[in-house]
Each structure stands twice: as C-alpha cells, then as structure tokens.
C-alpha cells in the first residue's frame, strides 16, 4: 500500500519556525515529484511549495517565499519542509503529496492530479 506520513506539525508562536518531514512507504520516492499543500479553516486547498523527484526544481507560494524551504533526501524517502518566520496566517492542516511525470509548476497547482496523499497534519501559529 502506497502512503505518505507527514510528521514534525504542532503548535508554535509567531516568528518560529518548525520542520514538516514526510516519509513514503510501500513505494519509493525517486521518481515522484512531491509537494506540501495546506488547507486552513475555511478556505480552499493551496500548493504552499514543490520539488521535482531529484530535487533540481522547485516551485514556492509567493505567501512562503523567503521564509520555507523545501528538500528531499531520497536515500530516507523522505521530503522536507523547514518553515521559518511562521505567521498566523500560516495556520493549516498541512499535506504532502507525490505525482510522477510533472512539473513542479503544474505539481502545485493541480491537485486533482495527485496520486499520493498524506494524512495531513496541523500547523498552529499562535501566542
């Protein structure tokens, strides 16, 4: 069974930063490009940031510009999201996602055609 588990979510104040981690099992994530989106209460679905499956592309929302990073380490199966500088704003339910054959470009703005998804794990930014 193909799954994705996000980890590293939880509560933190403005202007700190956390560290979202997601592992792949069933499958192996050489060949998938992957992408974290969020969904805060609300509101739609949107594709925060993406990397292509060797980790040479990757494609950020203008609202985390500067501020996340994304990065893989296949060897671990694993992808990565350092989130610094957190705001408010920033408070979601956060999800990874895996799609072969893509852009990172089209990786984050079409979600329909994901065919992995995690569970999601949320994010709080609050004092």
């Known amino acids: 069974q193909l799954q994705l588990v996000e980890s590293g979510g939880g509560l933190v104040q403005p202007g700190g930063s956390l560290r979202l981690s997601c592992a792949a099992s069933g499958f192996t994530l050489d060949y998938y490009a992957i992408g974290w989106f969020r969904q805060a209460p609300g509101k739609e679905r949107e594709g925060v940031s993406c990397?292509?499956?060797?980790?040479?592309?990757?494609n950020y929302a203008d609202s985390v510009k500067g501020r996340f990073t994304i990065s893989r380490d296949n060897a671990k199966n694993t992808v990565y999201l350092q989130m610094n500088s957190l705001k408010p704003e920033d408070t979601a339910v956060y999800y990874c996602?895996?799609?072969?054959?893509?852009?990172?470009?089209?990786?984050?703005?079409?979600?329909?055609?994901?065919?992995?998804w995690g569970q999601g794990i949320l994010v709080t930014v609050s004092s």
């Open positions: 990397i292509s499956s060797n980790g040479g592309s990757t």
């Open positions: 996602a895996a799609r072969q054959f893509t852009t990172v470009q089209a990786m984050c703005v079409q979600d329909f055609r994901v065919e992995v």
